[in-house]
């Protein structure tokens, strides 16, 4: 049987201090093919709305930097499920307006927590109904992708139960993003051959593996079954790199895109490790361009 080479593509959540722009011309200097980015600030509700020439220059400046996908990552502050009045219309607010912001932009995908709140049939519905609301309105591209989280606090979408419910309810098209960190917290021990097998079953029995189209590449400070969100440089934390070798090359894998969250400290962390994504991801992958 002759297997199809698959084409992973590497990237990086970047920084838009300054400009959009400022991202495209990160990835073009790190050699990244996919690209990450807020479109607000993701820790202030004032909205910042861009110009259009500015929107403009960014997507000429992305077909020359041979950049796909444009993935956007909704912003911390809102919460899908929110039950108070005021913070619910904000949520509902930024979710809409990031959604027209990534569509301006080209964005190809949305991605977002489902957000956090009792765990009853009710806070489903009101996420399920607000994804629902927000794809009506604007519909794709981008697709929405629910993210898993690591069932901090009242985090909802830590199984893939969860985003498999969401996704039924809302009745409108969803996709699926897997951070490897929030998985291994959430109690999925993707350090296993045992454990990537069981949640990618889990996957091909909810949204079904054809939804999945980005993965956050992330090694994880917390140990599995943690709860816990902490981030850490890929081979240095509690995941290890035989499970991410074993999860990137699995036949079953249909994902586009592979977008590393790790730590900033050093301009190096970022080199260190796209060179090990590298060796994690089956197949060629692209060299940097050489230096202009
Ligand atoms: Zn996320
Ligand atoms: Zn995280």
Not at 13 to 30: D, T, V
Not at 79 to 92: D, F, G, Q, V
Not at 145 to 151: F, I, S
Not at 201 to 213: F, I, K, Q, S, Y
Request: with cysteine.
């Amino acid at each position: 049987m002759r297997r199809a080479v698959k084409t992973m593509r590497l990237g990086f959540h970047l920084s838009i201090a300054g400009s959009y722009r400022r991202a495209l011309a990160e990835a073009r200097s790190l050699g990244c093919q996919a690209v990450q980015i807020f479109v607000q600030n993701p820790r202030s509700w004032r909205w910042r709305e861009p110009e259009a020439r500015d929107l403009a220059a960014f997507r000429q400046a992305r077909r020359h930097a041979g950049v796909w996908p444009l993935v956007v990552h909704l912003t911390y502050l809102p919460n899908l499920a929110a039950t108070e009045p005021e913070l619910a219309r904000r949520s509902r607010e930024r979710l809409l307006g990031e959604l027209r912001l990534a569509r301006e932009l080209g964005a190809e995908y949305l991605v977002c927590h489902p957000g956090h709140g009792p765990r009853e049939p009710a806070t489903f519905r009101r996420v399920a109904d607000l994804l629902a609301d927000a794809v009506r309105e604007i519909p794709p591209p981008p697709l929405l992708l629910l993210e898993n989280t690591a069932g901090q606090g009242r985090e909802i979408g830590s199984r893939m139960a969860d985003l498999t419910l969401l996704k039924e309810w809302s009745g409108v098209p969803l996709g699926l993003c897997l951070d490897t960190a929030h998985a291994l917290g959430a109690g999925y021990d993707l350090g296993k051959a045992a454990g990537v097998e069981g949640l990618l079953a889990e996957v091909a029995r909810g949204p079904g593996l054809a939804a999945l189209r980005v993965i956050h590449l992330n090694d994880s400070q917390a140990p599995a079954g943690s709860r816990r969100d902490r981030h850490q440089h890929l081979g240095r934390g509690c995941l290890g790199l035989a499970g991410l070798r074993y999860l990137l090359g699995h036949p079953a894998l249909r994902v586009e895109a592979v977008i590393m969250e790790t730590p900033r400290r050093r301009p190096v962390d970022e080199w260190l490790n796209l060179l090990t994504a590298r060796s994690l991801v089956p197949g060629p992958t692209l060299l940097p361009p050489p230096p202009e």
